[in-house]
């Protein structure tokens, strides 16, 4: 089916390691964005992409990096994982801005 | 700092119960509301809406939005077990590339 498309869609890290958590979208999407789920704490930005080549930070970015190199792919990279860091993570991506059409099925993250 | 504030964080009805949840914003540079379905995985999008006092309407589901007592309510009439799901609320502004900043969620059980 056509959308977004995540993995992992499990993944358990000790502190310290690194990771690449892959983003795909197959409807030639410009905007993309990566959120974090926390109990309590709804969705929040961490970093977004307005087409390839083009990448900014949302509301928390800090321990992420991203890279917009082609129009389908936005990796989220993890450089050295902390606890603070478990989380679900979703993938957004959008034809009309960061008004996120379609998610990803996301990657449950459990950093030990 | 901007917010969003949905309530009641839970709730639990019996088919049949109309249902209506809250969402309360303080966004600078406003631009829309958003409200998103999520059930097991990806949240799906249900409205947008732009304008005050203007009814949007999916079936069973409406929504409204107050930009003057910066609220809007989101209501569910004959509720089925389907219904069940957590809820997103989500503001969205002209800042930072045109953020969302999302509620905590409402969490719905439909019980038989």
């Known amino acids: 089916n056509a959308g977004v498309t995540q993995t992992p869609k499990f993944q358990v890290l000790k502190t310290g390691q690194s990771m690449t958590l892959q983003c795909a979208q197959d409807m030639n999407h410009e905007y993309m964005s990566w959120y974090r789920q926390d109990p309590g704490m709804g969705l929040r930005l961490i970093h977004y992409s307005v087409g390839a080549g083009i990448t900014d930070q949302g509301e928390v970015p800090n321990g992420y990096n991203v890279s917009r190199s082609t129009t389908e792919d936005f990796p989220l990279r993890l450089l050295s994982a902390a606890p603070s860091q478990t989380s679900v993570y979703f993938c957004a991506s959008s034809s009309t801005g960061l008004v996120p059409q379609h998610f990803g099925d996301g990657t449950r993250l459990s950093i030990l | 700092e901007d917010k969003v504030v949905q309530s009641p964080l839970s709730l639990v009805v019996h088919e049949g119960d109309t249902v209506t949840l809250n969402c309360s914003y303080e966004v600078t540079n406003f631009r829309s509301l958003l409200w998103y379905k999520q059930e097991k995985k990806a949240p799906t999008f249900l409205f947008m809406l732009t304008s005050s006092g203007i009814e949007k309407k999916s079936g069973r589901l409406s929504s409204i939005l107050d930009k003057k007592e910066l609220f809007s309510i989101l209501n569910i009439t004959a509720t089925q077990t389907g219904d069940s799901a957590v809820y997103l609320c989500?503001?969205?502004?002209?800042?930072?590339?045109?953020?969302?900043?999302f509620g905590q969620g409402t969490e719905l059980s439909v019980k038989p």
């Open positions: 989500a503001a969205h502004s002209y800042n930072q590339g045109g953020k969302l900043i």
